[in-house]
């Protein structure tokens, strides 16, 4: 969960940085997108179960790279801030 465990060390260090309402909303499903995989990937599954796991797995991480566009988290937030002011 590295986008999660960026943001926390830039809010704990830094407080919240100031986003405009549409880098929130990016920044909250960018979040969101990686807590859901580390949930499903925490999940038990065997059999058919595992490829549904798989595939959910497939589309989250599709997401995931495409919100972010495969950069790290410090140019994502950085750019965030930047379309913010």
């Not at 940085?17 to 038990?44: Q, T």
């Amino acid at each position: 969960m590295k986008f999660t465990s960026y943001y926390s060390k830039v809010v704990k260090a830094q407080g919240v940085p100031h986003l405009s309402p549409k880098e929130l909303f990016r920044l909250m499903n960018i979040l969101f997108i990686e807590a859901s995989m580390h949930a499903l990937d925490k999940l038990p599954c065997e059999g058919n179960s595992q490829s549904n796991k798989n595939e959910a797995l497939f589309k989250l991480k599709y997401q995931l790279e495409n919100l972010t566009q495969k950069q790290p988290p410090e140019q994502i937030l950085q750019s965030m801030v930047e379309h913010s002011q």
